[in-house]
């Protein structure tokens, strides 16, 4: 009795194989009297082919995928569930290690498709338009479950567009800043030669605006693209639809966003919802058009998705083309593209677990 719940305790703390480092691997395999070159093709078995059975890793010898199979597990994730919608965009709901669900979302357009990820089982912000804040945060992911969306997205592209994933955006659940640590190890992988080996410049993480953080992405020289949640280029309007703000206000979040280009060179793209009754004077659009002047940027205007239990309203499309025509004149670059996935509930703002909930 006693040798069979230490064999269970045994197999429940075997260490998930992905948390080691390539030179971990490598220290193991040599303490077990194998060559340190087996730590580089169990490596690729993982993280390039993303294989998740010791079985598979047909050239290793037995003794050696016993020898792992007696002190690791690997651990992944689960598509729970697919959707999808009538525009090819197609919603996973993402089983983690824990059973807790995020949802992750591929986009087809008719040359890219883009993997839209998710960094954390909830957010702890509060914007007021955004389903995904109605969701207590319950944890950040971990840096393979971050990964393994962009695997299991890359796999659904090749089967159902016949093409590989051509880019990434930190837009899915959570807030990527608030899992800084995991969301650049996630991308250290993905960008990886002996991993994904995806461009950098093919990633934009979105956050809603840390300063600090700002600062220490461009201060760890990250090469992947920035974009932000502004809405409002008006402190006392901001603060109203993103309570958070109050405390990381507009001034220091132009001041981080001018340090991040100085360091980067890289242009910021300002995401921008305008809304009936919030942001829709002649005063939010010169804010706007002012601060694009002082920032190197450009700004993507997102159609509203109407979220349950929230009376906010896209404003009539004259007040958006009123925008776009004064950054236009000001040299301003700025699209605006429909939503994808909308029937779905799979468009910016609209991840809330719903197909779990049910
Ligand atoms: N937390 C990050 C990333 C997640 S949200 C961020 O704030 O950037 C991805 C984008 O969708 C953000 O620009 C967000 O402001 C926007 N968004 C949120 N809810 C929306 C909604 N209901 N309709 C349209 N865009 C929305």
Avoid at 190 to 208: F, H, N, Q, V, W
Avoid at 322 to 339: D, F, G, M, P, W
Wanted: glycine share 4%.
């Amino acid at each position: 009795m006693r040798f069979f719940y230490f064999r269970i305790l045994e197999a429940s703390v075997k260490k998930d194989i992905r948390a080691l480092s390539k030179e971990e691997l490598q220290d193991f395999f040599v303490s077990h009297d194998a060559p340190s070159f087996k730590a580089g093709q169990v490596f690729q078995w993982l993280w390039q082919k993303g294989i998740h059975d010791f079985e598979l890793m047909t050239n290793l010898s037995l003794e050696h995928r016993n020898l792992l199979k007696a002190h690791f597990q690997i651990k992944h994730i689960n598509i729970d569930s697919q959707q999808r919608s009538a525009d090819g965009t197609i919603k996973n709901a993402v089983k983690l290690h824990d059973h807790l669900v995020v949802e992750s979302v591929l986009i087809p357009t008719s040359t890219r498709t883009t993997a839209c990820v998710s960094s954390q089982v909830g957010c702890s912000l509060d914007c007021t338009f955004c389903a995904t804040a109605a969701l207590k945060r319950m944890r950040n992911l971990n840096a393979d479950e971050i990964y393994d969306q962009v695997v299991a997205m890359d796999q659904q592209s090749k089967l159902y567009y016949q093409r590989p994933l051509s880019n990434i955006v930190f837009m899915g659940m959570g807030e990527p800043l608030m899992n800084y640590k995991n969301v650049l190890a996630a991308i250290d992988k993905i960008t990886d030669s002996e991993a994904l080996g995806m461009s950098p410049r093919r990633i934009i993480l979105s956050t809603s605006g840390i300063p600090k953080l700002i600062r220490k992405m461009a201060d760890d020289k990250v090469k992947f693209g920035l974009a932000v949640s502004l809405h409002s280029a008006r402190q006392e309007v901001r603060e109203q639809i993103m309570p958070f703000a109050k405390k990381f206000p507009l001034t220091e979040l132009i001041e981080a966003l001018e340090y991040w280009y100085a360091y980067t060179k890289k242009q910021i793209t300002f995401e921008y919802v305008v809304w009936e009754g919030v942001n829709d004077l002649k005063e939010d659009i010169q804010a706007l058009v002012g601060l694009c002047r002082r920032i190197p940027s450009k700004v993507n205007i997102i159609q509203y998705n109407p979220i349950d239990g929230s009376s906010m309203k896209q404003a009539h499309q004259t007040i958006i083309d009123a925008y776009i025509a004064a950054l236009t004149k000001a040299r301003i670059s700025v699209t605006y593209r429909r939503s994808r996935g909308v029937d779905i509930d799979a468009a910016c703002g609209q991840l809330a677990n719903k197909i779990d909930s049910k």
